[in-house]
Nanobody
Framework: QVQLVESGGGLVQPGGSLRLSCAAS????????MGWYRQAPGRERELVAR???????NYADFVKGRFTISRDNAKNTVYLQMNSLKPEDTAVYYC??????????????WGQGTLVTVSL
């Protein structure tokens, strides 16, 4: 029932910026965390940034100082502000929701992915 819809990807020049958004809808009892992962060709999916229900955040080393994750809890939406983009940031970015559908049932759901291409 819960679904994530991502948007904001596209083509940007090196040094440019993009803002990704991910909106969750459906039956959500509580959110444990929302985060962003990415997968480049030939690579495994990797963590980019994550925000927990306690407002703590963690970032991959390769994006620290450039990317910022934020949440709008009222809208069940998470954002990823990406600045100073590099060609190596090119990947499909996936939103992840770690949530409870009931007090006793913890689940995960993934967004459909949005392509970010950093190139001249």
């Amino acid at each position: 029932q819960v679904q994530l819809v991502e948007s904001g990807g596209g083509l940007v020049q090196p040094g440019g910026s993009l803002r990704l958004s991910c909106a969750a809808s459906g039956r959500i009892f509580s959110i444990n965390g929302m985060g962003w992962y990415r997968q480049a060709p030939g690579r495994e999916r990797e963590l980019v940034a994550r925000s927990t229900s306690g407002a703590s955040t963690n970032y991959a080393d390769f994006v620290k100082g450039r990317f910022t994750i934020s949440r709008d809890n009222a809208k069940n939406t998470v954002y990823l502000q990406m600045n100073s983009l590099k060609p190596e940031d090119t990947a499909v970015y996936y939103c992840n929701l770690d949530y409870n559908t009931d007090w006793y049932r913890r689940l995960e759901v993934w967004g459909q992915g949005t392509l970010v291409t950093v190139s001249l």
